[in-house]
């Protein structure tokens, strides 16, 4: 099991740009989309390819920014 601590920035000024992570997660994302898509036989059914593309779709989405 793993765990985090929080980060906290405070004080005058401070800015934090998550550019470089969303476009890292976009990647990987759009990565996983490719693999689902290319992979004829990655999943049993249809709709279960469907589902999993529709969760990385949202996913991309999330991270677009």
Known sequence: MAHTSPVFLSGE???WDAAEDRAYFRKWIDDL???????????????QKDEILSI???AREHYQG
């Open 13 to 15: 000024k401070q800015t």
């Open 56 to 58: 990385y779709k949202r």
């Open 33 to 47: 989309i490719v693999d689902t898509e290319a992979d004829p036989k990655r999943f049993a059914k249809v709709g």
